[in-house]
């Protein structure tokens, strides 16, 4: 019997970073949450986790900050979940992967699951804030069968961009971010605690050490203005361990050559659970701006480097969030834009359970169709022959996404010996993009 009839549902999640994993395991849940056991009549989920094998595998301690629980969760190889995608049954795949990486595993799984008509129902989408690389991310992602939109603002730009080049946009589909929620804010929430400043640090916005050793600069002084309230420095991973995106500098090598007063403190943890306590959350453009916003609590886009595409904090231009350091200082709280809030996902008035209604419908109706056409991406070797060749080959696939002549299988598990290589081969390359690298690039900028 095919997984689909059944009242239960079994999803796929493939991810590669700690952040993907948590969008990627928090979406497959609300896409099916419909499933439901006839004997609990409580949803019925099994989540079988995929990390896909590179710079940015998470640890154990990233994996337990995230705080999403799979039933199964293995290391794999493109190769290696590709083999295991073609004998599984599983009703939904979520891709939660880099651009290139989902264009890679469409490729892949064409290939793989070719004759079959009964597959799972392939998801992607974006993490967070689409500030950067809108059309070639997009058109990396197309070919899945709903490329999930977190606002009505992303899904207009995401249907302009499919129907600019000619590619079907019937993906597209609006959702929200998956893991607001939380709390209301309250202003006399705990009386007796101190009025708690959060700083979102975000590992590659900004780079430079300049700008950087600025933020925290900024972050001491106000610290220092305002000592009854609590400030804290919110990290995102502890030195040596790759998030999302690379940190070449991080915060708290910077905060070693510092005095830090007494009522500063660096903190690491689930952002929920920091933003439970949190009074003012103050980024550059961390999606957790709008985890903040959801929650009602003031938010603060900062200016102070200027607002620009590159640290994506043009992206909250009408929000009503943007302001300096100094306005800070001075007490001042923004009042968000509602408007611009709505647009955004950010379903403040208790509307966001519904946000996923939709998507959960187009789940339920192509897996009730029985049987699905073939994955169809808008880049082909015929559309894109300068371009797909190289994203396949850096999965190991061949350019009609077959696996290229020894790419590591799944035939076995890997002995102690392979298990040990792969170890040491993981760590020195993640040595040499953390620290031998930015080495290299700053001696060329000499």
């Known amino acids: 019997m095919p997984a689909s009839a059944k009242k239960s549902r079994r999803i796929a999640v493939l991810a590669d970073s700690d952040t993907r994993w948590k969008w990627g395991a928090l979406t497959a849940n609300r896409l099916v949450s419909a499933g439901v056991s006839p004997d609990s009549g409580e949803p019925d989920i099994r989540l079988d986790g995929y990390l896909l094998r590179g710079r940015a595998t998470p640890t154990a301690r990233q994996l337990e900050e995230v705080g999403v629980r799979a039933d199964r969760l293995s290391e794999v190889t493109a190769a290696e979940f590709l083999r295991e995608m073609a004998r599984e049954p599983y009703d939904v795949l979520v891709l939660a992967l880099v651009g290139g990486g989902v264009q890679a595993m469409l490729h892949g799984l064409a290939h793989a699951w070719q004759g079959r008509t009964e597959r799972p129902v392939v998801v992607t989408g974006y993490v967070g804030v689409v500030y950067e690389k809108l059309t070639d991310g997009l058109l990396l992602r197309h070919g899945a069968d709903l490329v999930l939109a977190n606002s009505r603002q992303d899904a207009d730009r995401f249907r302009a961009v499919y129907e600019g080049v000619g590619a079907d946009a019937s993906s597209v589909t609006e959702v929200a971010l998956p893991f607001l929620g939380g709390a209301a804010h309250s202003a006399d929430r705990k009386k007796d605690d101190p009025y708690t400043v959060v700083f979102a640090a975000q590992p590659s916005v900004p780079q430079s050490r300049q700008d950087r050793a600025y933020l925290l600069d900024r972050l001491i002084r106000h610290a220092r203005r305002h000592p009854g309230r609590e400030v804290l420095l919110k990290l995102r991973s502890k030195p040596g361990e790759h998030t999302t995106h690379i940190e070449e500098l991080p915060y708290q090598k910077l905060a070693q050559r510092k005095d830090l007063p007494a009522n500063l403190r660096l903190v690491y943890g689930n952002m929920g659970e920091v933003l439970d306590r949190t009074d003012l959350l103050v980024t550059v453009s961390s999606t957790a701006a709008l985890e903040s916003l959801h929650r009602r609590i003031p938010t603060v886009v900062l200016t102070d480097l200027g607002v620009r595409e590159a640290y994506g904090n043009h992206h909250f231009v009408g929000s009503g969030c943007l302001a300096s350091w100094d306005q800070l200082d001075d007490g001042y709280e923004p009042e968000p834009d509602p408007r611009w809030v709505a647009r955004q996902g950010v379903a403040t008035g208790g509307t966001y359970e519904a946000a996923f209604d939709g998507a959960r419908q187009r789940v339920d109706e192509l897996l ?79």
Request: overall charge positive; hydrophobic content about 35%.
């Open 368 to 446: 009730g169709a029985g049987e699905l056409p073939p994955l169809k991406p808008y880049y082909t070797p015929v559309t894109a022959p300068g371009y797909l060749p190289g994203i396949l080959a850096r999965h190991h696939l061949a350019p009609d996404g077959g696996p290229l002549p020894g790419a590591p299988t799944a035939d076995r598990a890997p002995g102690p010996v392979r298990r040990i290589f792969r170890h040491a081969a993981r760590g020195a390359y993640r040595h040499g993009v953390q620290r031998v690298a930015p080495v290299i690039r700053r001696m060329g900028e000499l």
